[in-house]
């Protein structure tokens, strides 16, 4: 059997071929995946350029340096994260508390058992609970007792309008007294 030299020549010449392919497309990959990996964790595009740059200088020892620095968490991950915690906040948040004592109150209690101030009332038709400042009823419509009368008394009835007119016949006499006319003609 003869050695024929080209042949082996050859043959180290398309391994070589073969492998130079294969660590090229090696490199490109780990370029593209830190690339992608980068971005689904900071937003900066600087950042993200760096990080490629550094891989596609240094290749694995690139990718070693950059698993070491590159965010714990993803931008996903920091989004569930707050989102949890905004859902924590709002939950503690919506707990009631007394107007008087801020204590933590629930909603079907009438008076504040540490405080005795007044928290709800109860519809005189229906007997659901109502926040006080309601003068109606949202279950079933009745209107609220004696409001009317609270919130309008007869003393304010009366004293609205004369006020008004009192200040309007002020105004009235100044304008005369500016302008000269005597006031004992009306
Ligand atoms: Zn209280
Ligand atoms: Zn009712």
Known sequence: MTF????????TLVLTGFSGAFIAALWVALVVWTYRDIKS????????????????????????????????????????????????????????????????????????????????????????????PWNICPYCGAPVQGMRKENVTMEEALQGPPLKQETGQQKKKKRRERSGEPAHED
């Open 41 to 132: 964790r900071a937003r900066d595009r600087l950042v993200h350029i760096l990080a490629a740059a550094l891989v596609a200088l240094l290749s694995l020892p690139g990718v070693l340096v950059y698993l070491i620095l590159r965010p714990q968490r993803t931008l996903e991950d920091e989004y569930q994260k707050t989102l949890e915690e905004e859902a924590l906040l709002q939950a503690i948040e919506d707990q009631a508390v007394c107007p008087g004592c801020e204590r933590r109150i629930k909603d079907n209690w009438l008076v504040c058992p540490n405080c005795q101030t007044k928290l709800k009332k109860p519809c005189h038709q229906c007997g659901k609970l109502m926040d006080l």
């Open 4 to 11: 024929d030299p080209t042949f082996l020549s050859n043959f």
